[in-house]
């Protein structure tokens, strides 16, 4: 007999158990788990097994088979489902297969439309609600048209009229499933003259051996959100504004592995292997120009616009752009694929050419065109700063903010495109555990 719990990371909070699973080495558990999501947040989980003496209600009875990790993104950005194997250190115990459903989902659009033939003045009102509405044609989908002045003056008055309400087309736009189409996380960093010599602690490319530079701590706090939605977890990164070797020839999109052909890096350790490696080789120079990087993502996501992938660039930089004209001009090119774009502005300088870039209020626009969706999230890493030097609450801080923006990007381009959600992939028929939010 088994039964299996769920625990947060919050001091490994338990957030509920299954039913009790009898005489049978495969269950299939039925109860489900309903959890808060939050794309731009770490939510770690622990599953632990325990088998069930039968003959005993006493907890301590219970023989604890063994327990898996993994986090929520994983599940939602998986296909479908989620293998995970389960055991104690030593012995494998089985296996359990995780799927995720969203269950409260206000991501919906209507059309509500109504027409009078010969009013033009003030009717009168009703009261009513979204799911009243949505019923359909019925004796209970229809209402009086009330006019207060005309209710207070006249004693016979009954209504104006009624409405009768004939049900709302309703168009549900499922975020969950369009994450399990792949992501693809791009860095790209400001390796300009004007951050300082690296060996130095001034610099804000200083290699601390004790702690994250600003620029690491980006990498990593966005990184680790975003790698739990791409499948092979390869990460482009480029440098921008160095001199490279053997030659001294500036570039503005260089991989930082040094591999021309291939500039994937192995997870985000990987990416900041190869940041600090780059750093021992490149002459730190400038100018600082986003454009080239911009475009050169946006090439990628040009080649597919079907939907199943899409490419979110982080780009650091210490706030000074020197192609102002070419980034807006990439920008308003770039809001019209499958990109999403993330700059997070590090050290003391003013960032007014970053704010323009982040379209919240004013759309950004080049040569009389305007963007077609707004892509672009900056941040001064400043603000995230733990008082204390807490660099994990920082990173935490930094990515729940830069990466709030980005679902609402990828609906906002799916949607433009009339692009339906790709179905789930049928889970294999073996015991699992529907994990429902």
């Given at each position: 007999?088994?039964?299996?719990?769920?625990?947060?990371?919050?001091?490994?909070?338990?957030?509920?158990?299954?039913?009790?699973?009898?005489?049978?080495?495969?269950?299939?558990?039925?109860?489900?788990?309903?959890?808060?999501?939050?794309?731009?947040?770490?939510?770690?989980?622990?599953?632990?097994?325990?088998?069930?003496d039968s003959r005993s209600s006493n907890i301590s009875k219970h023989s604890f088979l063994g327990q898996t990790f993994c986090t929520l993104g994983e599940i939602i950005g998986s296909s479908g489902s989620r293998l995970e194997r389960v055991g104690i250190p030593g012995k494998k115990c089985g296996s359990i297969i995780f799927t995720a459903e969203e269950l409260s989902n206000c991501r919906v659009s209507t059309k509500l439309s109504s027409c009078t033939h010969t009013y033009h003045d003030f009717i009168g009102e009703f009261?009513?609600?979204?799911?009243?509405?949505?019923?359909?044609?019925?004796?209970?989908?229809?209402?009086?048209?009330?006019?207060?002045?005309?209710?207070?003056?006249?004693?016979?008055?009954?209504?104006?009229?009624?409405?009768?309400?004939?049900?709302?087309?309703?168009?549900?736009?499922?975020?969950?499933?369009?994450?399990?189409?792949?992501?693809?996380?791009?860095?790209?960093?400001?390796?300009?003259?004007?951050?300082?010599?690296?060996?130095?602690?001034?610099?804000?490319?200083?290699?601390?051996?004790?702690?994250?530079?600003?620029?690491?701590?980006?990498?990593?706090?966005?990184?680790?959100?975003?790698?739990?939605?791409?499948?092979?977890?390869?990460?482009?990164?480029?440098?921008?504004?160095?001199?490279?070797?053997?030659?001294?020839?500036?570039?503005?999109?260089?991989?930082?592995?040094?591999?021309?052909?291939?500039?994937?890096?192995?997870?985000?350790?990987?990416?900041?292997?190869?940041?600090?490696?780059?750093?021992?080789?490149?002459?730190?120079?400038?100018?600082?120009?986003?454009?080239?990087?911009?475009?050169?993502?946006?090439?990628?996501?040009?080649?597919?616009?079907?939907?199943?992938?899409?490419?979110?660039?982080?780009?650091?930089?210490?706030?000074?752009?020197?192609?102002?004209?070419?980034?807006?001009?990439?920008?308003?090119?770039?809001?019209?694929?499958?990109?999403?774009?993330?700059?997070?502005?590090?050290?003391?300088?003013?960032?007014?050419?970053?704010?323009?870039?982040?379209?919240?209020?004013?759309?950004?626009?080049?040569?009389?065109?305007?963007?077609?969706?707004?892509?672009?999230?900056?941040?001064?890493?400043?603000?995230?700063?733990?008082?204390?030097?807490?660099?994990?609450?920082?990173?935490?801080?930094?990515?729940?903010?830069?990466?709030?923006?980005?679902?609402?990007?990828?609906?906002?381009?799916?949607?433009?495109?009339?692009?339906?959600?790709?179905?789930?992939?049928?889970?294999?028929?073996?015991?699992?555990?529907?994990?429902?939010?």
């Open positions: 007999d088994f039964y299996l719990t769920i625990l947060t990371s919050h001091n490994w909070k338990s957030s509920g158990r299954t039913e009790v699973i009898d005489n049978t080495l495969n269950p299939d558990f039925v109860r489900k788990f309903v959890l808060d999501y939050f794309f731009e947040e770490k939510q770690n989980l622990r599953f632990d097994v325990y088998n069930v009261t009513t609600s979204y799911r009243e509405l949505s019923r359909g044609q019925s004796q209970f989908n229809v209402y009086e048209v009330l006019n207060p002045k005309k209710k207070g003056r006249k004693k016979k008055y009954v209504n104006s009229g009624t409405v009768r309400g004939n049900g709302l087309p309703v168009k549900r736009s499922p975020l969950l499933i369009y994450f399990h189409n792949d992501f693809h996380y791009l860095s790209s960093l400001s390796l300009s003259l004007s951050l300082g010599n690296p060996s130095q602690p001034t610099s804000l490319h200083y290699m601390n051996p004790y702690q994250l530079n600003a620029y690491a701590m980006a990498l990593k706090a966005v990184g680790e959100i975003i790698q739990d939605y791409d499948s092979d977890k390869l990460f482009p990164a480029y440098g921008f504004g160095a001199k490279l070797p053997p030659d001294g020839k500036i570039s503005h999109a260089f991989p930082l592995n040094s591999d021309c052909e291939n500039a994937n890096c192995v997870g985000i350790e990987g990416v900041l292997e190869a940041y600090y490696d780059c750093l021992r080789k490149v002459q730190l120079y400038g100018p600082t120009n986003f454009a080239p990087v911009i475009n050169q993502v946006a090439q990628c996501a040009s080649e597919v616009t079907d939907g199943s992938q899409y490419f979110v660039l982080l780009v650091i930089t210490d706030g000074v752009i020197s192609d102002m004209v070419q980034t807006r001009e990439a920008v308003v090119t770039a809001a019209s694929l499958p990109m999403s774009i993330i700059i997070v502005g590090v050290g003391p300088a003013e960032f007014d050419a970053m704010e323009e870039l982040d379209g919240d209020e004013v759309r950004v626009s080049s040569r009389g065109r305007v963007a077609e969706r707004d892509i672009v999230q900056f941040v001064p890493f400043r603000d995230y700063i733990d008082r204390s030097g807490n660099q994990v609450l920082s990173m935490a801080r930094l990515a729940k903010d830069v990466l709030a923006e980005i679902p609402d990007q990828l609906l906002s381009f799916m949607k433009s495109r009339g692009i339906e959600p790709r179905p789930a992939l049928s889970p294999s028929p073996t015991p699992q555990i529907n994990v429902h939010l």
